[in-house]
């Protein structure tokens, strides 16, 4: 059921659909769907006729049918996201609960909020910790008259990524589903807002978007990096958990006692996972502070150039000397939504210079400290032996810190040498301390899309919108395990009977479940069955 | 006048009626629904002979029965008299219906062939739910029982589970007398009984089709042919049956019995597409042969009534049963022990003398209430059954090295690694040559020894179903501690039989192919007799409300396992012999044996299946449960003796003026403790105090299970339109296509859970089907429109009023 609940969550019924089925009167358990008055084919006549019993327990008092139960409350980021930032972003909420859960993290200037309709109100939103996120404008647009024909509320925030990602996923955390791809559209269309004539349209499009949607979750699963590693494994332990304790309740007398402290350990272990990674993972960091990048090499290898054709700006000054650069330089790009700083840093090669010596030394500290390392070569000269020296250097550095920092072998100047290329690839097997290599023309801007796609890849940001969304959703995950799991210690430390932790953990299973909708009773059951000796 | 017909029928079936008119065991549904309709049905006969109401068949056996012909025609005709055939047959029968049960062997009717138990995990939650819809199963096996135990007594509510070792003979013998004097009582004459269901030896081979796929009756072996416009299969292990002892093999639907020949052929002719599974069951050893002596003695649950003397469950009997040495005496004592040693050790050491000294018989044990895990739970919601009998016990062996080295040097003579059986048995009941050859680190395993009777000396040997030829059999047997010397009276056998994929049926367990047509239990591809009897129960509700043209009835996955059960079959592609598992159900908590009646009595109420009686019953205790609740919450307490053993039990302070309910929501409090400290109602039974406790212990996750399930039923229970052509959707996967075609869900929740179906497909489907209903709208708006241009101006505006709201 909890899996049926996140495939149809976002199917909103309208009250006079006629696919509906009528509402139950008054406090019956059952209704009745009329039957069809003709029976024209006969074979499949029975079908038409039939008396649907629901659950309806007399000893359980009615509970609210109409409020919140009826349909889920999605949210996302509706501006393009990934490309250069805009000056505004917009978070959509739409669904029954939109103003209640925009609520719980909007504060707007006069104390509370009373939404109209349709008015835009000034405020911030808040984190759990009562920072402030980001100024925003909510534009609270009650049904019906929304594009979802739902209560929307659109929270229009600074158009940096790292706002509109923090407040979707405050969002989130109060209660709202991250949006399935065209999901607004679906509800806009299912509940009659959009025009039959697009209803093709709207099926292309959302098929599209779950096919592309699927594809990515399948290449997040594999890509290293970001949650993927860790939503596979938390699910893998949830499943293995479920599997403990549910051959236990089916098979009572056939299996070897719990050991429960074993399992309550276990359960710690991956709620304390979970928090760190939400807490602290490299993902959240990397939004908020951005990668430090510096860019090392010999002298007169084109590392300004190379600084001023990412970052589109005159910098550095670039010259035919060799050590002109004397001092670190910054500039500040984005890649894919990441802050990224770059640092050009002096040519390092032995001198007697006293201010190039001082450069150099801040070279040697700067690419101590940066995340990646872009250590650049000249494709007209060739690997040399002082790169080779110089890539000790650094690696000497690097030992002495003992962090393992990536490195990118740029080849500049490609433009100077065409046939290098197949030089190049043949001759750096023997490096295999870079991590990717890379050729470049700074002058022309060649190979710098390719640049941002390896050092992408190496931070762990798959790049493109696609991978993005996966990385969203993952967090998402996290979030609704994290409840799962906290209610689950709840649950423990009540000391509620055993069937009650299988229901949490059964909620975090599928929350973590790598399509929506997962089906996880058949899976759980083939462990017990492999995993125990069951069958008297 | 109006006894005029029913005087016929007592000419006619004389023999019978003699016997239902004196009968006085039986409990006889007077049930409400089925009755009208009698009634009416028999005023008119009365007041005009040629009325056209719907029942025809029975309308023309009374005209033919003038002439003194016989003419076999009935509204419900069962074939098979297994769990799932006296469910349906007697479901059928209540409710009004002439129904007729065949059967290859009326002597073996509701035989047990596998395990004497009912209920486990899962199962007696089904059983639960069948006798809260006023069937059978839960009855017999309470009154039939030899032991009965309450599993995962600590694990929470909803996988509580209650088993009971049966007495084949007996089970039988109880089920087929309820079955031959199943009678229908007159409501204007109190004295005049129709027995309206009849039963008959035959084997049926082939179904009668009418002119519009719907079904007419069934043809049997010897040439006969009954009519009736529903037809109810229940065939279990018996079409084309073939068993397998080692190498050999004998076509037989159980060890001893004839299969059924040419009904699959005919099946199949009529475009059912049919499959084989594979089943066994393991060797039976003399009791008497066996050495208990060294062997786990493993014990049932005893009813314990707080203030009453001791002497009244303790009724030691050293006739006939002393023979086989099973009722335990020790038994008795040990029940005492632990709960002394529990509660009051040292007030009640001085009383205890000992197994055989009768002096405790005049004890008053008030300390015994406590001793919730230690009591008798019944299947059954109607305290008439509640019959305590003594128990017996069950004893626990294992296997020896001995055992895995026969088995592993015979390996090749077993059809699974000889390799000339292809047909994998069920995953949870594996073969013990399985076990030793999957899990080979395991140096033993268990193995139960269960009585199958009281006055039969068969002993079932649980675990240790073999496909080894019979003359290793024994000596594998003798290997077991206990069982050096044993006789063995039956061999171990497996029996492969012919089963039709039950995505060939509607949840009404009605076939989508031949109105009329039902299929219930092994046929469907399900195992167990619990399976079988809630099968069999939907079935016989739905088979005689198609032959009275009503609505048929489906239950809702998410209303009772039997749901989840029927949805699993008919939606999910089964590859082994189903077996219903607590896993399986997505809200299990709200799924639980003891709302298991207020689930669905009501139902049985409105169907006509529970009588005045039974309704009063069920009423009551559900007053009587809610009255308690209230009172729970209203009363408050501070401090005293309560309150401080809450404390200390708890370890968790009690607030002053708490609730009597607060304090049953800390944890380790049970309702016991109020009884003890006189805040308990006394005049409520142990059931509805357990109630009571569940209600208010667990309320915050049964609301949070309650409201998840809300938000998905109302869009899982779209209704899906029949006439849907998936091939035509170009949006839906391949495969989507291909299953949905098969399947043809009812609702989109079904059509979620077929496989291969994904969320992607299921928004495709969404869309297509919105789109449909808005072209059909405009449509209808449209001909509206043109309706009121052609007709006068002051006639239809209403309606294109409302058409125009339901378009929002």
């Known amino acids: 059921m909890a899996a049926f609940r996140a495939v149809l969550r976002h199917i909103h019924i309208n009250a006079n659909n006629c696919f509906a089925p009528p509402s139950s009167l008054g406090a019956t358990w059952q209704f009745l769907i009329p039957a069809k008055p003709s029976r024209t084919v006969k074979s499949r006549a029975g079908l038409d006729n039939y008396k649907l019993v629901v659950n309806k327990d007399e000893r359980l008092e009615c509970v609210d049918q109409i409020g919140s139960g009826s349909a889920t409350t999605i ?42 309709s349709h008015v835009v109100e000034y405020g911030v939103v808040l984190d759990s910790e009562g920072n402030v996120i980001d100024e925003v404008l909510a534009v609270p647009m009650l049904a019906p008259r929304s594009y ?155 590392k300004s150039s190379l600084l001023n054709a990412w970052s589109k700006s005159e910098r550095a000054i670039v010259t035919e000397i060799a050590g002109t650069t004397r001092d670190v330089i910054e500039a500040g790009i984005s890649v894919s939504g990441i802050p990224i700083n770059l640092l050009d840093t002096a040519g390092i090669r032995d001198t007697d210079d006293i201010v190039e010596k001082i450069g150099v030394e801040r070279s040697e500290a700067v690419a101590r400290g940066a995340d990646l390392i872009i250590m650049t070569v000249s494709a007209v000269e060739g690997w040399t032996s002082e790169d080779t020296k110089l890539l000790e250097r650094i690696q000497s550095a690097k030992g002495s810190t003992g962090s393992s920092t990536p490195v990118i072998l740029v080849v500049n100047k490609i433009d100077c040498k065409p046939c290098a290329e197949t030089e190049w690839d043949k001759g750096c097997h023997s490096h295999n301390i870079f991590s990717k290599h890379v050729f470049t023309c700074a002058v022309t801007g060649q190979g710098l899309e ?87 | 006048m109006a006894t005029a017909p029913l005087t016929l029928h007592l000419c006619r079936l004389g023999r019978n009626l003699c016997k239902t008119l004196f009968l006085t065991s039986s409990p006889v549904p007077r049930n409400p629904c089925g009755v009208s309709f009698r009634r009416r049905f028999r005023r008119r006969i009365c007041f005009s002979s040629s009325s056209s109401f719907s029942r025809r068949f029975s309308a023309s056996r009374e005209l033919n029965c003038e002439l003194g012909e016989v003419d076999e025609k009935y509204d419900v005709i069962v074939v098979g008299g297994g769990h799932a055939g006296c469910e349906a047959a007697l479901a059928s029968a209540r409710l009004g219906a002439r129904t007729l049960l065949l059967t290859l062997n009326i002597d073996r009717i509701a035989w047990q062939p596998c395990n004497p138990a009912v209920g486990g995990p899962a199962k007696s939650q089904l059983v639960h739910e069948v006798d809260a819809l006023g069937g059978e199963i839960g009855k017999i096996a309470d009154r039939c029982y030899l032991q009965k135990r309450v599993l995962n007594v600590s694990r929470g509510p909803a996988v509580r589970a209650l088993r009971a070792q049966t007495d084949k003979r007996e089970y039988a013998l109880r089920m087929k007398n309820v079955v031959e004097r199943q009678v229908h009582i007159h409501n204007i004459i109190p004295f005049l009984f129709t027995p309206n269901l009849s039963i008959r030896e035959a084997m049926v081979t082939d179904i009668l089709l009418g002119k519009n796929d719907n079904v007419e009756g069934v043809c049997t072996y010897f040439g006969m042919n009954f009519y009736a416009p529903s037809v109810i299969l229940t065939t279990g292990t018996f079409m084309s049956g073939k068993i397998w002892v080692g190498r050999t093999s004998m076509p037989a639907g159980r060890a001893g019995e004839s299969a059924s020949h040419g009904l699959t052929e005919n099946l199949q002719r009529l475009g059912f597409e049919t499959d084989r599974l594979k089943t066994g069951t393991p060797a039976r050893v003399d009791i008497r042969t066996v050495n208990f002596s060294g062997l786990e003695p493993q014990h049932g649950d005893e009813e314990v009534c707080p203030f009453k003397p001791i002497s009244r469950f303790i009724r030691f009997n050293f006739g006939s049963n002393q023979a086989y040495g099973l009722y335990s005496l020790k038994m008795y004592t040990s029940i005492y022990v632990i709960s002394l040693s529990k509660l009051y050790v040292n007030s009640f050491k001085g009383c205890l003398k000992g197994p055989g000294s009768l002096l405790l018989g005049e004890l008053c044990l008030p300390a015994i209430m406590y001793l919730h895990n230690w009591q008798v739970g019944w299947f059954s919601f109607d305290p008439e059954v509640h019959i305590e009998r003594e128990q017996m016990c069950c004893y626990l062996t294992r296997t020896t090295s001995t055992t895995h080295q026969i088995i592993r040097e015979n390996l090749h ?190 139902l049985g109420r409105e169907i006509g299946l529970i009588d005045d009686r039974r309704w009063k019953l069920y009423q009551d205790k559900q007053a009587r449960i809610s009255e308690e609740k209230k ?71 049964i609301l949070r299970q309650q409201s998840h399930l809300q938000q998905v039923v109302t869009q899982q229970h779209r209704l899906l339109p029949e006439d ?71 006639e239809v505006p209403e309606v294109s009023l409302t058409e125009k709201v339901n378009s929002g």
């Open chain 2, 413 to 602: 003579e077993t059809p699974t690694y000889g390799g000339w059986v292809e047909a994998k048995g069920p995953r949870y009941c594996p073969s013990i040559e399985d076990k030793i050859v999957r899990f080979q680190d395991k140096e033993s395993h268990q193995i139960f020894l269960e009585p199958e009777g009281r006055n039969v000396p068969e002993l079932y040997v649980q675990g240790f179903s073999t496909g080894l030829p019979e003359r290793l059999q024994l000596p594998l047997l003798r290997t077991l501690p206990g069982l050096e010397n044993c006789s063995m009276l039956r061999p171990a056998y497996a029996v492969e039989y012919d089963y039709l994929p039950a995505h060939q049926c509607a949840r009404s367990l009605m076939t989508k192919k031949i109105q009329g047509l039902f299929f219930s239990g092994q046929i469907n591809g399900t195992t167990g007799y619990e399976e079988a009897a809630a099968q069999g129960m939907i079935s016989g509700i739905n088979a005689a409300r198609h032959a009275d043209s009503k609505p048929l009835i489906v239950l809702e996955r998410e209303s009772s396992y039997m749901g989840t059960l029927i949805d699993d079959l008919v939606t999910k592609d089964l590859r082994e012999p189903y077996r219903m598992l607590t896993s399986r159900s997505e809200h299990r908590l709200l799924l639980r044996s003891d709302n298991a009646d207020s689930r669905l009595t009501p």
């Open chain 1, 148 to 302: 979802t024909r739902e209560d929307v509320v659109e929270l229009q925030c600074h158009g940096s990524e790292v706002c509109l990602r923090r407040v979707l996923r405050k969002c989130l955390e109060a209660g709202a589903t991250l949006a399935q791809p065209g999901e607004f559209t679906l509800r806009a269309f299912l509940n009659g807002r959009l025009d039959l004539s697009q209803a093709e349209n709207v099926a292309r499009l959302i098929a599209a978007k779950s096919v592309a949607a699927a594809d990515a979750a399948l290449a997040g699963i594999q890509a290293y990096g970001g949650f993927s590693s860790l939503v596979g494994s938390l699910r893998s332990r949830c499943i293995e958990l479920l599997t403990e304790i549910e051959a236990r309740l089916d098979f009572d007398d056939e299996m070897p006692p719990l050991d429960l402290n074993l399992i309550m350990d276990k359960i710690n272990n991956m709620s304390r996972d979970v928090e760190s990674a939400l807490e602290t993972a490299n993902y959240d960091k990397l939004l908020q502070s951005g990668l430090q990048i510096a860019i090392v090499g010999r002298p007169n290898v084109g």
């Open chain 1, 450 to 536: 390719e640049l941002e796609r390896a050092v992408l890849q190496i931070v762990g940001i798959p790049a493109g919108g696609r991978r993005w969304t996966v990385n969203q959703r993952q967090c998402e995950q996290l979030v609704r395990t994290k409840e799962a799991l906290a209610r689950l210690q709840s649950s423990i430390k009540d000391e509620l009977p055993l069937d009650f932790w299988t229901i949490d953990l059964r909620d975090a299973a599928l929350s973590l479940g790598q399509i929506s909708g997962e089906d996880i009773s058949e899976e759980v059951l083939s462990n017990i069955f492999g995993k125990f000796c069951i069958g008297k």
């Open chain 1, 75 to 116: 949210a996302a980021i509706v501006t393009s996201v990934g490309g250069p930032p805009a000056a505004v972003g917009i978070v959509r909420l739409s669904g029954p609960a939109a103003v209640s859960i925009a609520g719980r993290g909007f504060r707007p200037t006069r104390k509370t909020w009373r939404p109209t």
């Open chain 2, 631 to 701: 009172r729970l919450k209203s009363v408050r307490i501070s401090g005293g003796d309560l309150a401080a053993e809450v404390t200390h039990l708890s370890n968790q302070p009690v607030k002053d003026f708490s609730t009597l309910e607060s304090l049953l929501k800390k944890p380790h409090i049970q309702y016991e403790i109020l009884d003890k400290h006189g805040f308990g109602d006394k005049s409520l039974s142990r059931m509805e105090k357990e109630c009571v406790e569940i209600d208010i212990k667990y309320e915050g996750f």
């Open chain 2, 724 to 794: 849907l052509d998936y091939y035509a959707m170009t949006t839906l996967s391949l495969e989507a296509r291909e299953k949905l075609s098969k399947v043809r869900p009812q609702t989109i929740g079904q059509a979620s859970r077929v496989g291969g179906v994904s969320p992607a497909d299921i928004t495709a489907l969404l869309i297509v089907l919105e789109a449909k209903r808005r072209k059909a709208q405009e449509q209808r708006r449209y001909k509206i429109m043109n309706a009121i241009r052609a007709t006068t101006q002051d």
